[in-house]
């Protein structure tokens, strides 16, 4: 059965396999330049989760079994993807007619990187060969000229392959980075909210001068801002001018809000019928980019004059989900059995009947949902009042951990008639 036809019924056991039996499940078995093996294996890394993509990266460097190189190449591009990067994969043996590069990852904003992925530097990288490509890929237009070389190794110590840049003409132009730091640049973008972070991270791939370590700092200060900001999700803060009141309680364990919040979109791509990847924090998207999920996770907060559930909507957030051509903020309750799936254009519509905090550099809408009689919830607009059940213009969701045994039915979707 193909790869991706077992995905589809049977996720878990996909995920139980190792690498090197996933590979045999994709097509023929056989990974080969443009063959179907090729096709589904890249396919399905664009769906898996990536800790799964980080442990297939390891097993690669750690056993080295038959074809582990071509195999960790296609790893390390979806790396570049969950950057955000647009990838173009390279080829795995090189041609006469074709250039040989393992990988160009491109993004609007900065100049090309041309990957070369080595599982170790212990024989010596022809960096001529490396620059050559580079050449002609500029020649037929396929890079800009300001592209910098980028060679992911999978080895930490790479000393031997430092000094031999150092000292060759393509100091300015090329970078070296393990496999194991890519994988935590993934890990510190996936769990940031800040859009700033995940440009810091890109920058800090291109070629910079190390005397100054100004973009260094930059990198840690905004992660740190980002993490200090998460705070923001649990409690909402007091703000006077619009009258919202500040509830005290203790903050919930971020573990516990990270597996609810999991919980609430993993059901909610299952009554999609699409596979959800981690943007960030909060953001998720299908791997098309054209399904989009903000998923925000509060606790009960009885103090206040409207006990019930309170969230922040962020601008990023709603960049992010604008973007979109099919987007929801989901709410996720922590002591509910239920998620709620608001369309976009309904918090969009409602936005100005929000109250909002502005602190220049800090800003979001306050989401309150209110408790009604019976028990059901619905969100309340500062300015106007309450919007109507929760039913009538979101999905409910019934947030069970996904198996094989989970039914379809099990998620109710409860949308008004057209």
Not at 60 to 73: A, M, N, P, T, Y
Not at 289 to 311: F, N
Not at 356 to 383: F, M, P, Q
Request: aromatic residues 8%.
């Amino acid at each position: 059965m193909p790869l991706l036809s077992i995905w589809s019924s049977n996720r878990d056991a996909v995920l139980k396999m190792t690498i090197e039996q996933v590979v045999n499940n994709a097509g023929d078995g056989h990974l080969k330049d443009g063959n179907e093996a090729s096709q589904e294996f890249r396919g399905y890394l664009r769906v898996c989760p990536s800790e799964s993509l980080f442990n297939y990266a390891r097993h690669c460097l750690e056993s080295g079994f038959d074809k582990s190189g071509i195999v960790l190449q296609d790893i390390v591009n979806e790396l570049g993807r969950r950057l955000n990067f647009d990838v173009e994969n390279g080829l795995y043996q090189g041609k006469k007619t074709a250039v040989g590069f393992d990988g160009i990852w491109r993004s609007h904003t900065d100049p090309d990187l041309l990957i070369e992925v080595k599982t170790t530097d212990y024989v010596t990288i022809s960096l001529d060969k490396i620059a050559l490509y580079k050449e002609r890929l500029c020649a037929d237009q396929r890079i800009k000229t300001n592209a910098s070389m980028l060679v992911i190794v999978g080895r930490e110590d790479t000393g031997a392959l430092e000094a031999q840049v150092r000292g060759s003409r393509y100091a300015w132009d090329m970078r070296l980075i393990s496999v194991e730091r890519l994988i935590k640049l993934v890990q510190i973008k996936e769990k940031s909210d800040d859009p700033a972070t995940l440009t810091q991270i890109r920058q800090l791939l291109q070629p910079f001068e190390y005397t100054k370590i100004d973009r260094i700092i930059d990198v840690i200060f905004t992660t740190a801002a980002d993490v200090e900001e998460q705070i923001v999700e649990q409690a909402p803060a007091e703000d006077s001018d619009k009258g919202v009141e500040s509830y005290k309680q203790e903050p919930t364990d971020p573990e516990l809000l990270s597996a609810k919040r999991l919980e609430a979109v993993e059901a909610f791509a299952r009554l999609k019928g699409k596979e959800l990847m981690r943007y960030s924090r909060t953001l998720f998207w299908s791997a098309d980019k054209s399904l989009r999920v903000c998923c925000a996770v509060s606790k009960r907060y009885e103090g206040g004059s409207q006990p019930g559930y309170w969230y922040a909507f962020h601008p990023n957030w709603d960049r992010f989900l604008a973007e979109g051509q099919d987007s929801y903020f989901v709410l996720s309750c922590m002591d509910r059995n239920e998620a709620y799936a608001v369309p976009y254009a309904v918090v969009d519509e409602n936005k100005k009947n929000l109250n909002k905090t502005d602190r220049g550099d800090r800003s979001y809408w306050h989401v309150a949902l209110t408790t009604l009689e019976g028990g059901s919830l619905a969100i309340n607009l500062s300015r106007v009042g309450v919007l109507p059940g929760l039913h009538s213009s979101g999905v409910s969701l019934r947030c069970h951990r996904h198996s094989s045994e989970t039914a379809q039915g099990d998620l109710r979707e409860r949308l008004p008639p057209p």
